[in-house]
């Protein structure tokens, strides 16, 4: 459980690789901008762990030491919605992250759950269901206590993930922890945020839906974005008037309704974005 809201970058922000930093100086140089949430980024990863443990362990010391909140996001070659093939070898790449996850400490790992394909929407639901029950089982087999696995709301419509199928996900699914990506939210619903009773209308279904204590402590994304017909085109950064949403309405709702959410950037400036959601929440705080 959160205590309070914090913010953090996608990945390694850009100028931290420019100054050769390791992966163990992230949560140093993090905390020296004020921010205290770092989501690793495994999106390449395959049916493996494609770190060492000695790594991931020495990453959570320096998380633990910096008060960062480690979380993970997972292979993006994951379909749990695909033939049993495809489904099996989904399965293995949500746990290699699990178990990485474990090694550091992190507290969920997001995954996309995958495309309808040529199955309905139940039938997708449904198969992504058993597939995430199976691997919840094979974590418990494996002594992985203490990690999520997080399903996200996804931005194009032929994906699986509208709010409501990530909220059945979260309901028949234990061990998860419901992932709300705004920014994917607002393009597959062709700019469903314009208002602040729009960000609060979902904050009042997942509490509904999933309980107090799970809207509290959300794991969200957010930034800008830019989208078609179909859904997610491309990301963009909150100084860009043109695009929607709008974190500041989004930071309104967190004061009202006291939340205390990890909010992860995937601006096209990581870090920066991250810094600016911050300091738009901390003067929303100061109002309430």
Not at 9 to 27: I, Q
Not at 68 to 75: A, D, E, I, P, Q
């Amino acid at each position: 459980m959160n205590r309070r809201p914090r913010f953090g970058p996608a990945g390694v922000p850009p100028l931290f690789r420019f100054m050769k930093a390791t992966l163990t100086d992230v949560p140093r140089l993090l905390r020296e901008e004020g921010l205290d949430a770092f989501e690793y980024e495994a999106v390449r990863w395959g049916k493996k762990p494609q770190m060492r443990k000695e790594e991931a362990q020495r990453l959570r010391l320096e998380a633990v030491q910096n008060d960062v909140w480690l979380s993970l996001h997972g292979s993006y070659f994951i379909n749990f919605c695909g033939n049993e093939a495809i489904v099996e070898a989904s399965k293995q790449r949500l746990t290699a992250g699990a178990i990485a996850a474990e090694w550091m400490g992190a507290h969920v790992v997001v995954f996309h759950p995958g495309v309808y394909g040529k199955r309905s929407r139940m039938e997708a639901l449904k198969t992504c269901s058993k597939a995430l029950e199976e691997v919840v089982e094979h974590m418990q087999s494996l002594g992985i206590r203490n990690v999520r696995i997080g399903p996200e709301t996804m931005g194009r419509t032929y994906q699986l993930g509208s709010l409501d199928e990530t909220l059945n996900l979260c309901e028949a699914v234990e061990r998860t922890q419901l992932v709300v990506d705004w920014s994917h939210l607002h393009a597959r619903d062709k700019g469903r945020f314009r208002t602040v009773e729009d960000f609060c209308s979902v904050v009042k279904l997942i509490e509904k839906r999933l309980g107090t204590e799970a809207v509290k402590n959300l794991h969200c994304h957010f930034t800008k974005i830019e989208f078609t017909d179909k859904g997610e085109k491309r990301h963009h950064t909150l100084q860009e008037a043109r695009y929607g949403p709008d974190f500041q309405l989004l930071a309104k709702v967190i004061a009202e309704f006291k939340l205390k959410p990890v909010i992860i950037s995937e601006s096209p400036i990581l870090d920066l974005d991250a810094m600016k959601m911050r300091d738009i929440l901390q003067e929303e705080l100061e109002k309430s």
